[in-house]
Nanobody, 117 residues
Framework: QVQLVESGGGLVQPGGSLRLSCLASGSIFDTYDMAWYRQVPGKRRDMVASITRGGSTDYTNSVKGRFIISIDNAKNTVYLQMNSLKTEDTAVYYC???????????WGQGTQVTVSS
């Protein structure tokens, strides 16, 4: 069982920055691919950024050049640095861990990000 705990959400003005953190219950990044998703009420949960065990990253087009996903193995933490935030980035952000060998996946509880003036 993998537990993921997100933090770092909050209220920020357009153009501002936030850094989300996802603390994992142990050293899982050598066996799990990690990702950040976001969801607004009434819509599906969509992937925002991902990072593989090998360190390859991918981003949805709307955040390319503004968001950066990274891993700190020593702290068992995945980060999402969000810059130049827009009102349309407002959502609940979720951390996700996937083991492609076992097909097991886990979600965090989510953290709210609100971009508003």
């Amino acid at each position: 069982q993998v537990q993921l705990v997100e933090s770092g959400g909050g209220l920020v003005q357009p153009g501002g920055s936030l850094r989300l953190s996802c603390l994992a219950s142990g050293s899982i990044f050598d066996t799990y691919d990690m990702a950040w998703y976001r969801q607004v009420p009434g819509k599906r949960r969509d992937m925002v950024a991902s990072i593989t065990r090998g360190g390859s990253t991918d981003y949805t087009n709307s955040v390319k050049g503004r968001f950066i996903i990274s891993i700190d193995n020593a702290k068992n933490t995945v980060y999402l640095q969000m810059n130049s935030l827009k009102t349309e980035d407002t959502a609940v952000y979720y951390c996700r861990a996937d083991n492609l060998a076992t097909l097991k996946g886990y979600w965090g509880q989510g953290t709210q990000v609100t971009v508003s003036s």
